[in-house]
């Protein structure tokens, strides 16, 4: 199956800094998501982003589908940024639809 | 509109019981699909349900089941629990159509601890 590499694993910032996540894939995909899952468990979604450049507030996301990445980028980071980011990718084979998860970035942003 | 919802918020077992977990999925949409994620990990794929039909399934063992009623909400069952069954359980719902892609939208889950 297809496998999604996340870097960095952890990632410690001071509020105010800047980052940028890698999400890698092995092979085409058709669907690409970015959460944050907060400290209950939540999952949030960020971006739908299978492809090009999107934009929300002080995140962005792009997607080099051709290239097999995605990046993720926070700005002017906050403390309720904190949490784990999570890269998903889909591969809808028409019978069927399935996210495949990376392991995640751990990101605490510090006072 | 009201997101996914999932009950319980938590549940404790013992090893050999059977445990039922419970989605509802956002209005209108009839894909409801299931994850377990273990402390530490990411979630992983266990089940699809598209119009009361399972369309996919994961490496996972019989003794996990699932279910799609009318309403499109979902039941996932576990049977003869094992240590490792402990995590949290996410539910997925989407618009999605079988050839399509779209967004998944997860709920709050339910974190099942075996004893």
């Known amino acids: 199956g297809i496998q999604v590499e996340q870097s960095p694993p952890d990632l410690i910032l001071q509020e105010g800094a800047n980052s940028t996540l890698r999400c890698n894939f092995s092979?085409?995909?058709?669907?690409l998501q970015w959460f944050h899952q907060n400290p209950w468990g939540q999952l949030i979604n960020l971006f739908y982003?299978?492809?090009g450049t999107k934009q929300n507030g002080r995140l962005s996301a792009t997607t080099v589908a051709t290239e097999r990445y995605s990046l993720l980028y926070i700005s002017s980071s906050q403390t309720t940024d904190s949490g784990v980011y999570f890269c998903?990718?889909?591969?809808?084979?028409?019978?069927?639809?399935?996210?495949?998860f990376g392991k995640g970035t751990l990101l605490t942003v510090n006072p | 509109d009201a997101g996914v919802t999932q009950s319980p918020t938590h549940l404790i077992k013992t090893r050999g019981q059977h445990v039922t977990l419970r989605c509802s999925p956002i209005?209108?949409?009839?894909?409801v699909s299931w994850y377990q994620q273990v402390l530490g990990q990411g979630p992983q794929f266990i089940f699809q349900?598209?119009?009361?039909?399972?369309?996919g399934r994961g490496n996972f063992p019989d003794r996990f089941s699932a279910r799609q009623f009318p309403n499109y909400s979902s039941e996932l069952n576990v049977n003869a629990l094992l240590l490792g069954d402990s995590a949290l359980y996410l539910c997925?719902?989407?618009?999605?159509?079988?050839?399509?892609?779209?967004?998944?939208?997860f709920g709050p889950g339910t974190r099942l601890t075996v004893l």
């Open positions: 997925a719902s989407s618009s999605w159509t079988s050839g399509s892609t779209d967004t998944q939208y």
């Open positions: 092979d085409s995909v058709n669907n």
């Open positions: 982003i299978p492809s």
């Open positions: 998903a990718v889909g591969d809808s084979g028409g019978s069927n639809y399935k996210l495949t």
């Open positions: 209005s209108g949409h009839k894909s």
């Open positions: 349900y598209y119009e009361k039909e399972e369309r």
